[in-house]
T-cell receptor, first 110, second 116 residues
Framework: TQLLEQSPQFLSIQEGENLTVYCNSS?????LQWYRQEPGEGPVLLVT?????EVKKLKRLTFQFGDARKDSSLHITAAQPGDTGLYLC??????????FGDGTTLTVKP | DAGVIQSPRHEVTEMGQEVTLRCKPI?????LFWYRQTMMRGLELLIY????????DSGMPEDRFSAKMPNASFSTLKIQPSEPRDSAVYFC??????????????FGPGTRLTVT
């Protein structure tokens, strides 16, 4: 099993601050997904990164895939309370099967 | 599109009873996944189907759990008999349609199961 390690496990910040969360593994991935899960809901897909070194932006969120395709980061600029949630990364083994990390629980205080 | 539909949203049952969870995937998606989420173990894949055929059920905890997908628009996850340690949120997700999106999963709202 290719394990995904996410850090930090918990993060609590004030509105307006910047933050970065990480997703690391010793294995190379063909692609990696980031999801956000709000309390009482299912995870929602944010982005897929495929190419080593790739950077994708989604409003205030910036996703980066490591050059060696073993790790990824998510940077949030000027965090807002609406960014609160569980951020999960996932990779695909084969034929569409995904393995998820344990996630980073982010709390943004107003 | 209504997204992935799960029912019921909440289920409370007594130990030993049979529980059936239902899922309707997004139309056109050809892969369906059942997950279980708990605080202790996170999000665990139980089983997944491709074109209605079970591909990998290695995550199913034990023989008390079974899943079926009789057609492309419906799947069930059954627990019989249920035990308190089965209490969790169960998610159904679907993906597929084309090569680019095959790895991008769309989750339902989940079923919160409590076994007393």
């Amino acid at each position: 099993t290719q394990l995904l390690e996410q850090s930090p496990q918990f993060l609590s910040i004030q509105e307006g601050e910047n933050l970065t969360v990480y997703c690391n593994s010793s294995s190379v991935f063909s692609s990696l997904q980031w999801y956000r899960q709000e309390p009482g809901e299912g995870p929602v897909l944010l982005v897929t990164v495929v190419t080593g070194g790739e950077v994708k932006k989604l409003k205030r969120l910036t996703f980066q895939f490591g050059d060696a395709r073993k790790d990824s980061s998510l940077h949030i600029t000027a965090a807002q309370p609406g960014d609160t949630g569980l951020y999960l990364c996932a990779h695909n083994t084969n034929a569409g099967k995904s393995t998820f990390g344990d996630g980073t629980t982010l709390t943004v205080k107003p | 599109d209504a997204g992935v539909i799960q029912s019921p949203r909440h289920e409370v049952t007594e130990m030993g009873q049979e529980v059936t969870l239902r899922c309707k995937p997004i139309s056109g998606h050809n892969s369906l996944f059942w997950y279980r989420q708990t605080m202790m173990r996170g999000l665990e894949l139980l089983i997944y189907f491709n074109n209605n055929v079970p591909i990998d059920d290695s995550g199913m905890p034990e023989d008390r759990f079974s899943a079926k997908m009789p057609n492309a628009s419906f799947s069930t996850l059954k627990i019989q008999p249920s035990e308190p340690r089965d209490s969790a949120v169960y998610f159904c997700a679907s993906s597929g349609g084309d090569r680019r999106s095959v790895n991008e999963q769309y989750f339902g709202p989940g079923t919160r199961l409590t076994v007393t």
